[in-house]
């Protein structure tokens, strides 16, 4: 039988086939158990010796030229096949999801947005600092050394790294050290917010161990806490969209202020719901008060120059108080389903 003519036959079909199956066919019909080049092999033992061998010789090289040109030809189809089947699923990644499947906005970051927002149309510009602090900008450069009782109440979370004053970092327990690191690198004036994550060994319905505060800071040469309870008052209105929002400042005690107040909203309870704004109860949502001068020598300011007002309220609790939520730990457990339920759709952002 002629081989270069059965190769012939099997190249030219080879050519014809354009998918998996044909060419698994076609490696049967010629090399399969009963194909057409194996039976020319088989053939081989009805020759002579010399004939054997020419003959031998000339079906294997058909063989694995065919067999070489198969597996060529097999990767080259599939390559063109998924090449055509990708440009026909390609994904339109600008083409808008269907409504139900959008996210949500967080409660959080609602808020966040909203309280830079609104102190951002009073003047004030965002600072930031890390979460993890050194003692000193947490505690001791805003006037609460060491065994200072003001410590025990923001108890936190330590790090077994020291800084370079040989002290352990510390997961900072409210955002007032971001204070010192703009007074420490910032000239009067300063009007800064500093909203951020912050730490402590609390956690019940109303404390979280990991929650959200909004530091404020402003320091020139003649602000009073006039100016302060004016910002802070026009602040609430807005936030929580109630014009005549009953508030009062009640005197307090931060190591780093002084005065200190901390100031409440004034809210009833009408059919088992938070009614805010009126009534004869108090919600407190802040700390405040104007710097102390220790604070502002701390951080290598003339104090006989320069003073200024600070705040620092919880991001969560107004959250919660805007929205009627009653359980902090709800908004950090991932359930998707609260999310969908309390989230915010992000159009109306
Ligand atoms: C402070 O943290 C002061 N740094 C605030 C301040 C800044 C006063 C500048 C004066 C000048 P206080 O510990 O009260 O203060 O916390 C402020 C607010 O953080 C509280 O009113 C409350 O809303 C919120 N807060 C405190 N602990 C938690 C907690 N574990 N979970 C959720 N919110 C908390």
């Not at 390559?79 to 026909?88: D, F, P, R, T, V």
């Not at 955002?175 to 994550?197: D, E, F, H, L, Y």
């Not at 309870?229 to 009953?246: S, T």
Request: neutral net charge.
């Amino acid at each position: 039988m002629d081989v270069s003519k059965v190769l012939k036959e099997a190249l030219s079909e080879l050519e014809k086939s354009n998918n998996d199956d044909s060419i698994q066919s076609l490696r049967v019909k010629y090399l399969g158990k009963k194909g057409l080049i194996t039976d020319l092999l088989k053939s081989l033992k009805d020759l002579s010796v010399e004939d054997k061998k020419k003959f031998g010789a000339s079906v294997n090289l058909a063989k694995e030229e065919l067999l070489k040109k198969i597996n060529t030809h097999s990767l080259e189809i599939n390559k063109k096949n998924i090449n055509e089947k990708l440009s026909k699923e390609s994904i339109d990644i600008t083409f808008p999801p269907p409504i139900s499947q959008l996210g949500k906005l967080h409660p959080i970051s609602k808020t966040y947005k909203e309280v830079i927002d609104i102190f951002g149309n009073m003047g004030f510009s965002v600072a930031e600092g890390p979460d993890i602090e050194t003692d000193f900008n947490n505690f001791t450069a805003l006037n609460i050394p060491e065994d200072h009782p003001a410590r025990e109440m923001q108890d936190t979370f330590y790090l077994n790294e020291k800084d370079e004053l040989d002290k352990p970092f510390v997961l900072r327990t409210h955002t007032s050290p971001v204070q010192i690191r703009t007074m420490m690198n910032t000239k009067p004036p300063i009007k800064i917010i500093a909203p951020g994550r912050t730490y402590r060994c609390d956690s019940d319905s109303t404390h979280s161990p990991m929650f959200h505060q909004v530091e404020g800071l402003l320091i020139n040469e003649d602000a009073n806490m006039g100016h302060l309870k004016g910002n802070l008052i026009n602040f609430c209105k807005d936030f929580f969209h109630i014009n005549d929002l009953k508030v009062r400042f009640r005197p307090s005690y931060f190591p780093f202020t002084e005065p200190s107040a901390e100031m409440d909203i004034a809210y009833s309870i009408v059919d088992n719901k938070i009614k805010l704004g009126e009534g004869d109860k108090w919600l407190e949502i802040l700390g405040c008060g104007m710097v102390n001068p220790k604070v502002i020598e701390n951080c290598k300011m003339d104090s006989s120059k320069f003073q200024g007002y600070a705040f620092g309220l919880g991001l969560d609790r107004i959250t919660m108080l805007k929205h009627g939520l009653t359980d902090i730990r709800s908004f950090f457990n991932g359930n998707n389903n609260w999310l969908k339920a309390n989230g915010f759709s992000l159009g109306r952002i």
